[in-house]
């Protein structure tokens, strides 16, 4: 094989949606190669799809250039229709090599494209040995799985059916290598299953039964009403000739709008049809539009407020601006909707990353989604991964028991997590929970008590001492392996969010499990802030954490040592003066001092500053990296009144000032 790509004569644009398109069809190949390993028998359900899949990507890469990956896909091509044709049947070793093989190809084009050409000498020989081998230890007589493919016309009768709540079955009935009369089976069979419900349609068709050249006989079932457990054993232990190796019965599962193909042998998911592509640049330059859109709209408002409202002119300008307001609010809705994809496309990656744990570790797990079609923040959703990708690596690893011990205890030898994802107002909470042994917070305790990171006579709460497992270097695990360990992972989830302006909560229940429930806002890009001054400089907060300002009196205030504090039955509010604390001094009028309070851990903060001004939307832009790394400012923003302001990063200031965590 030779490499004949010329990165100079690759189009760039070109290359990019390759990139992003294929990277799609891997991860959709990786879902259902994955199904296939929990269910050997849904390879049927999905084959022609992943041929589609094979063939895309076969066709894509030779249109770029890259023929290395144009030859491999061509052998993944012919290994899917040999299954198709019921020449071969995907097995542990096949499924774990095409795993394999996805693993290196998805790194390849994320980092290696225009760089390296990729490793197709070694892949077309692995793959070809998977066919070569079955070739060699097939037996002469064995018959071919015929394949189990709907018209157009069938899928729709069985999504219209499924659809008035009744059922679809897949019968399968399996001879034996040796089997004599086959046919005779196949259409006395088929004589029982009318008597139950219609039948739509036969593999192989009826026509072919008395051909006798097949290893299955599959039957598509309508059914009125389930099938009662009695009747389902009756199809089981129906009896037939000693050919008849095994039956099976599969119920067809609805699938809903986002997945409507309900044959299972095109083994449709979320169609091209249902997604959109959009360039970053773009999406950004939109973003930009709508900054410059949302001044605009703040500065007539300003000219609004400061002009004379009895002509004429300014009544004509209160409505203009009347008519601003709402086309900015809709094209608002409208630009943050570009950003927005359902969780399912985060969650995606992470059942490959958990068969992959479990497999090192010798467990069996199974991982569950809710909420899938939440919608969250693309940025935000990336910003996510590594942080659940640990937070699914430590349940696996430290949440769930080894099977044994499951056993033991009376549990399913079969660890569940569950990735679930749901809106509250303007944040999304995503929880990862396991059924495993829970938080042992005595051994946390003596964990923190052995590094010094607190003392034996500290009397902790149990929530404080589960807030130790987010410190730096933390970690109860006496062994470094290649999947914990080291210290790392707990802290930087809890600095990945700090950095979304995000918090994390932990439920635990000894020897029922633990739940992380990640809290982040809906978007970052353009929020609604709570303006404020101090010294003459505009301080933005972010009006999702603000709970109310208020004024009071310098005598409200007390001081607990250095600690400033305002009491308000029944809790006592810490303070932070933030003309002292950025340098931005101002005199404080003993009888009016305006006071910003906001959530923060499990109580609030107060933020003293020198005056309120009010809501405002504004796009937070990055700070110059050439001033340095500002952790306690979030963002910038150009606001109406020409003015530069700064966006705090409220939660870091009140947990780094206060020690609230």
């Keep these: 094989m030779t490499d004949q790509r010329d990165a100079n004569f690759i189009d760039s644009d070109l290359l990019a949606a390759f990139i ?98 990729f490793a197709g000498e070694k892949w077309l020989e692995r793959i070809k040995s998977l066919t070569n081998k079955e070739s060699s230890t097939r037996e002469t007589n064995q018959k071919p799985v015929p394949p189990l493919i709907l018209s157009e016309e069938e899928k729709a009768k069985v999504n219209a059916w499924q659809e008035e709540g009744k059922c679809v079955y897949e019968i399968d009935l399996k001879f034996s290598s040796d089997a004599q009369m086959r046919s005779v089976s196949a259409v006395i069979f088929l004589r029982y299953l009318r008597t139950l419900g219609n039948v739509l349609t036969t593999a192989p068709s009826e026509d072919l039964i008395p051909e006798e050249n097949y290893a299955s006989f599959r039957v598509v079932l309508f059914t009125e009403d389930q099938l009662t457990p009695e009747m389902e054993q009756s199809i089981l232990n129906y009896p037939l000739n000693n050919g008849v190796q095994e039956i099976n019965i599969r119920k067809w599962n609805y699938r809903n709008d986002d997945q409507k193909g309900i044959d299972p042998s095109a083994g449709d998911s979320l169609s091209a049809g249902q997604t959109i592509r959009v360039k970053a640049e773009r999406i950004d330059n939109v973003i930009n539009q709508l900054g410059k859109l949302l001044t605009i709209k703040t500065s007539l408002s300003h000219l609004y407020q400061s002009g004379y409202q009895g002509k004429p002119t300014w009544e004509q300008l209160a409505k203009i601006l009347q008519e601003l307001d709402q086309t900015v609010s809709t094209l608002q809705i409208g630009a943050m909707d570009l950003r927005m994809i359902p969780v399912r496309q985060l969650f995606s990656r992470f059942p490959k990353i958990v068969r992959d744990i479990t497999k090192l570790l010798g467990k069996k797990v199974e991982l569950h989604f809710v909420g899938e079609d939440t919608e969250i923040d693309k940025h935000i959703g990336e910003e996510l991964i590594d942080a659940l990708t640990h937070l699914l690596r430590n349940a696996v690893d430290h949440g769930l028991e080894d099977m044994e011990t499951r056993k033991k205890l009376g549990k399913d030898p079969t660890g569940h997590i569950t990735l679930g994802a749901r809106q509250e107002g303007s944040h999304i909470v995503i929880s990862v929970s396991d059924d495993g042994r829970g938080l042992d917070l005595e051994k946390i305790k003596e964990k923190a008590i052995a590094t010094g990171l607190i003392s034996e006579d500290n009397n902790l709460s149990d929530e404080e001492i589960i807030r130790l497992i987010f410190t730096p270097g933390f970690s109860t695990s006496s062994q470094v392996s290649e999947i914990s360990g080291r210290g790392v992972g707990m802290d930087v989830v809890k600095t990945n969010l700090k950095r979304l302006q995000g918090d994390i909560d932990v439920q635990t229940e000894p020897g029922r499990g633990t739940t992380f429930l990640l809290r982040v806002p809906l978007t970052l890009a353009i929020i609604q802030s709570f303006m404020v001054k101090v010294g003459g400089q505009i301080f933005g907060i972010p009006v999702t954490d603000v709970v109310q300002s208020i004024i009071i009196k310098e005598e409200e205030i007390h001081t607990a040592g250095d600690q400033l504090i305002f009491y308000r039955y029944p809790e006592t509010i810490p303070l932070v003066d933030l003309g002292e604390h950025f340098r931005f001094p101002f005199a404080r009028d003993k009888m009016r001092i305006p006071v910003v309070i906001i959530n923060s851990g499990r109580g609030h903060v107060g933020f003293i500053v020198e005056e309120l001004i009010g809501l405002e939307d504004i796009m937070i832009k990055p700070i110059n990296k050439a001033m340095g790394e500002v952790q306690q400012i979030a963002g910038a923003a150009l606001l109406g009144s020409g003015q530069i302001g700064l966006i705090l990063n409220h939660q870091l200031i009140a947990q780094q000032l206060l020690n609230i965590d």
Excluded: C, W
């Design 20 to 117: 992003a398109e294929t990277s799609e069809q891997i991860e959709r190949l990786v879902t259902i190669l994955l199904q296939i390993e929990a269910d050997k028998e849904r390879q049927s359900e999905f084959i022609d799809e992943m041929f589609r899949l094979a063939h895309n990507i076969k066709g894509s890469s030779g249109l770029i250039g890259l023929t290395e990956v144009t030859e491999v896909m061509h052998e993944i091509e012919n290994l899917f229709s040999a299954v198709r044709n019921g020449q071969y049947a995907l097995d542990n070793e096949a499924v774990d090599l095409l795993l394999s093989f996805t693993d290196e190809f998805s790194n390849y084009l994320t980092k290696n494209v225009m760089t390296t050409p």
